[in-house]
Each structure stands twice: as structure tokens, then as C-alpha cells.
């Protein structure tokens, strides 16, 4: 679903991203982590067309990234790790403003709407202005909007950022359900613990480049995530680890 292929992406002389290579199929969980400036942001906006790269290529359901970003970009949800949404607008608005964008039936919306809403409780809000919902509310409704169109490849920077224990729990779930219908996420977190109980792989980047990517038990092995993650940290090198 998603391939990313030989990826650099610079700014000036620095190598944010550096020939970074990753297979997300569908149906997969695919957890992506590194320290603060690793590149797992850029890597991110790349897969979405946000940011040009100067090296390699990304496809999404076998379509290039450069070459077809309409399409690509309709088959998607982006949600950034600070949803950037449209403040003037009610909750409604913005999900039928979503909704009208990628062509959803009214009906469809209609159900998807109420579905969703429901499950983050936040039916009640819909009908207020976006500029009066807290930081997690804004955060559910982006969720919402991300699922509006069920797309094939979600693509998350940081996305537990700002939920309560109740909506985290409520995501994973639907995430979850999303993959066990042929779907594939990509997503950054710093929750380690969420990425070791939720992810069918990880991939974990440093200064740039990948160090290692594969099923969660053959990059943990014995140990745990965190432990992994944090020996890497402080190690210096540079070379990946490819252990799929």
C-alpha cells in the first residue's frame, strides 16, 4: 500500500531523510519512531506529497507520489501532530466540508458522521465552532475527518497527542478494525508502549537514516521496544538494520 524507495530529502547541506527504504502492506499496523529532528516528520509529509524529496520515490497503491499526487491524495488521510483546521467553521461544516472534497454520499457521511462522533463523544459539540473546542476535541475531529472517505493508507504524525486515556483506548481500536479491513496505517508516536501492543511492525530512524525496520518481535526480540529504541539512542551508528 505504501513503498517508499531510496527516499533523501535535504535542506541546504543536511540530510533530513537519508535513502530510507519501507514496505507498509495492507492490513498493517506500521509504527514509525525516533528521537525529536530524527526525520520522522519529513519522512511523513513526503509519503504525502506535502514536501518534495530530491532522491527516490514513493508510491501509494502503486502510484507515484510525484507523478500522480491527485490520486494518490484521494485514497489517503493525513493527520498532522497539530490539526490545522478550519477555526470560523462548526464541527459539522468542517466534516461536510471534508466529506463534499472526496465525493462521499450524503448518506454515507451522514452514518460515518454519527458513528464517529458518537464513539469520541462529541455529537454534542458538533454544532459549536471549531475556535471553542479544546486541543483534544480538535483532535477528534480530525480523526473523524481522516475516516470520513475510508481510505486505504492513513498516515498519522503523533496522533495520541492530546487524547485522554478514553479516546487513545477508543482509537486503537479503530485503527484496528480500519487494518482488519485490508487498510494500512503509518503513523510516529513517542508512546513506545502503545507502539509495542498496537503495531504489527515498527521501523525506528536516527539523525536521518533507518536503523532498523521489521515485525515488533524480531526488532524487540527478548527485550522491549523502549530498550531497543533507547540503545539506539545513544548509539552514534549510523548503519541499517534491515530485518525484514
Known amino acids: 500500500m505504501l513503498r517508499i524507495e531510496g527516499v533523501t530529502k535535504k535542506y541546504g547541506d543536511k540530510k533530513a531523510i537519508d535513502n530510507i527504504s519501507l514496505h507498509i502492506h495492507p492490513g498493517e499496523i506500521y509504527g514509525f519512531i525516533g528521537h525529536n529532528g530524527a526525520g520522522k516528520t519529513t519522512t511523513i509529509k513526503s509519503c504525502c506529497g506535502i514536501l518534495q ?14 507523478e500522480n499526487p491527485t490520486q494518490c491524495k ?4 493525513y493527520i498532522p501532530d497539530n490539526p490545522d483546521l478550519y477555526e470560523f467553521m462548526t464541527g459539522t461544516q468542517y466534516l461536510n466540508f471534508v466529506a463534499d472534497i472526496f465525493k462521499v454520499d450524503v448518506n454515507e457521511r451522514k452514518e460515518r458522521i454519527k458513528e464517529y462522533a458518537d464513539i469520541f463523544e462529541i455529537t454534542g459539540d458538533l454544532g459549536s ?6 486541543h483534544g476535541m480538535k483532535q477528534k475531529l480530525a480523526l473523524i475527518s481522516a475516516l470520513i472517505h475510508q481510505p486505504k493508507l492513513i498516515i498519522m504524525d503523533e496522533p495520541f497527542v492530546g487524547l485522554d486515556p478514553k479516546a487513545a483506548h477508543l482509537l486503537k481500536e ?4 480500519v ?8 503513523f510516529s508516536t513517542h508512546v513506545l508502549e502503545v507502539a509495542e501492543k498496537l503495531c504489527d511492525k ?14 515488533m518481535e524480531e526488532v524487540k526480540g527478548n527485550t522491549s521496544l523502549e530498550d531497543v529504541f533507547l540503545e539506539i539512542a545513544q548509539d552514534k551508528t549510523t548503519g541499517q538494520q534491515e530485518v525484514v
Not at 515498527?202 to 515485525?215: F, P, Q, R, W
Open 53 to 66: 524529496f530530491e532522491e527516490g520515490e514513493i508510491y501509494i497503491n502503486g502510484m507515484s507520489v510525484k
Open 74 to 77: 484521494s485514497i489517503l488521510a
Open 129 to 134: 465552532a471549531i475556535s471553542s473546542y479544546s
Open 174 to 177: 479503530i485503527m484496528r478494525k
Open 179 to 186: 487494518c482488519d479491513k485490508g487498510a494500512a496505517i503509518f
Open 202 to 215: 515498527v521501523a525506528i530512524i536516527n539523525h536521518g537514516k533507518l536503523i532498523m525496520s521489521g515485525t
